[in-house]
């Protein structure tokens, strides 16, 4: 694939790795997310004045820990507001919020997950706005159990009515104009939410196979997910794609819900589908299987072979992935997929503890 350097850039590495960089690197982070199964520091906790979500995920491929870390070009600015902490540079914001529902008593028509989402999302608004990046173009959300039900509903649906919630308080579309997302589930650990936003509107870019997510029937609870499949975005002369995390679902229904085979294969069907959405609407088609860097989520760490061997069967090589542990927002999906593309992103050394 042949691009124009993006100004945005990634890396991964463990975080014994990130804590040990020169300052110099470390200068450059937007922000960074890190997956562990253990309580260890995260760079922020080290001390580091970098914005960056621990997740407690166990990473299921090589090592104990792996961060993702995003880089921006030019001197950056950081800074705290609320909950949220920050870095930007003239073109993308990075932030991270961590809310323990504890903080939120049970209402008599919110619940604590509920409250601590919409709180979230309108202090993230909030903070857009008064820096002047109003657009976003991809959130990662982390809820602990988010396929357990309390106060009589699943509380997968009740962060999709904490999220609606505060889109609508702040005047945001809830349909067409929606951001990339996912959400998923660990076992413990308070709401965590990390998000990308620019001075430039993304393309939200949405899957034929698929109904958009928006537009859900309410058999899926009593608001839809705000998310778009995949948000394009126009980063300098580069052009960058978020695909939003992606499961065996066509239309609106859950495919082959025993057969992890079967829900990868389904699961890359759709990927596919999304590029060539984004290809038609690039500036030149140049998006493909194997360009993209992926993350994919593992609802039972036994299936890691099964999925690794269909994904590098479909894409025709090893692709650039890593292997998280994680529940999906379905009870019955297996796995789900997300990736970026149409920047750098490098494996660097030290990427395994």
Same mark, same amino acid.
């Given at each position: 694939m042949r691009d124009t350097?993006s100004?945005?850039?990634?890396a991964n590495?463990?975080?014994?790795?990130?804590?040990?960089q020169?300052?110099?690197? =470390?200068n450059?982070v937007l922000g960074a997310?890190c997956?562990s199964?253990?309580?260890?520091?995260s760079?922020?906790q080290a001390?580091?004045d970098?914005?960056?979500?621990r997740?407690?995920m166990?990473?299921l491929?090589d090592?104990?820990s792996i961060?993702e870390?995003?880089h921006?070009?030019?001197?950056?600015?950081?800074?705290?507001?609320?909950?949220?902490h920050?870095r930007?540079?003239?073109?993308v914001?990075?932030?991270v919020?961590?809310?323990?529902e504890t903080?939120?008593?049970?209402?008599?028509? =919110?619940t604590?997950?509920?409250?601590?989402?919409?709180?979230?999302y309108?202090?993230?608004?909030?903070?857009?706005d008064t820096?002047r990046?109003?657009?976003?173009?991809r959130f990662w959300n982390?809820?602990a159990d988010?396929n357990?039900?309390?106060?009589g509903?699943e509380r997968y649906?009740?962060f999709?009515q904490?999220r609606?919630?505060?889109?609508l308080a702040h005047g945001?579309?809830?349909v067409?104009?929606?951001p990339?997302?996912c959400?998923?589930?660990s076992?413990?650990?308070p709401?965590t939410i990390a998000?990308?936003?620019?001075?430039?509107?993304p393309?939200n870019?949405?899957?034929?196979?698929?109904?958009?997510?928006y537009q859900y029937?309410q058999?899926y609870?009593?608001?839809?997910?705000?998310?778009s499949r995949?948000?394009l975005?126009r980063?300098?002369?580069?052009?960058?794609l /978020?695909?939003?995390?992606?499961?065996s679902i066509?239309?609106h229904a859950?495919?082959?819900?025993t057969?992890v085979?079967?829900q990868?294969?389904?699961t890359m069907a759709n990927?596919?589908?999304v590029?060539a959405q %984004?290809?038609?609407?690039a500036s030149q088609?140049k /998006?493909?299987?194997a360009?993209?860097?992926? =993350?994919?989520?593992?609802?039972? %760490?036994a299936?890691?072979?099964q999925?690794?061997?269909?994904?590098?069967?479909?894409?025709g090589?090893?692709?650039?992935?890593i292997?998280?542990?994680a529940?999906?927002?379905?009870?019955d999906?297996l796995?789900?997929?997300e990736?970026? %593309?149409?920047?750098?992103?490098? /494996?660097?050394?030290?990427n395994r503890?």
């Amino acid at each position: 694939m042949r691009d124009t350097v993006s100004p945005l850039h990634g890396a991964n590495l463990s975080i014994a790795a990130f804590l040990k960089q020169p300052a110099q690197w =470390k200068n450059s982070v937007l922000g960074a997310l890190c997956f562990s199964a253990d309580a260890g520091e995260s760079p922020m906790q080290a001390g580091m004045d970098v914005p960056c979500m621990r997740v407690p995920m166990q990473r299921l491929d090589d090592g104990d820990s792996i961060c993702e870390v995003w880089h921006g070009s030019g001197q950056l600015t950081q800074g705290q507001c609320g909950a949220i902490h920050y870095r930007h540079d003239d073109d993308v914001l990075f932030g991270v919020i961590v809310l323990p529902e504890t903080m939120f008593a049970t209402g008599a028509d =919110k619940t604590p997950l509920q409250q601590a989402t919409e709180s979230a999302y309108r202090q993230v608004f909030a903070l857009l706005d008064t820096l002047r990046y109003p657009y976003l173009f991809r959130f990662w959300n982390y809820i602990a159990d988010i396929n357990a039900h309390s106060f009589g509903l699943e509380r997968y649906r009740q962060f999709n009515q904490g999220r609606q919630d505060a889109f609508l308080a702040h005047g945001r579309d809830v349909v067409g104009n929606v951001p990339a997302a996912c959400a998923l589930g660990s076992a413990q650990g308070p709401l965590t939410i990390a998000f990308l936003a620019g001075r430039v509107a993304p393309l939200n870019i949405e899957n034929p196979r698929q109904i958009s997510a928006y537009q859900y029937p309410q058999e899926y609870g009593p608001r839809s997910p705000t998310f778009s499949r995949a948000s394009l975005v126009r980063l300098g002369q580069a052009e960058v794609l /978020f695909v939003s995390g992606t499961a065996s679902i066509v239309g609106h229904a859950t495919l082959h819900p025993t057969d992890v085979v079967a829900q990868t294969r389904e699961t890359m069907a759709n990927i596919e589908a999304v590029l060539a959405q %984004a290809n038609r609407r690039a500036s030149q088609p140049k /998006f493909d299987l194997a360009s993209l860097h992926y =993350k994919v989520y593992v609802r039972h %760490a036994a299936d890691l072979a099964q999925i690794r061997n269909e994904l590098e069967r479909i894409v025709g090589t090893a692709p650039h992935a890593i292997y998280l542990q994680a529940d999906v927002c379905r009870q019955d999906l297996l796995v789900e997929i997300e990736a970026t %593309a149409g920047h750098p992103f490098v /494996f660097m050394p030290g990427n395994r503890d």
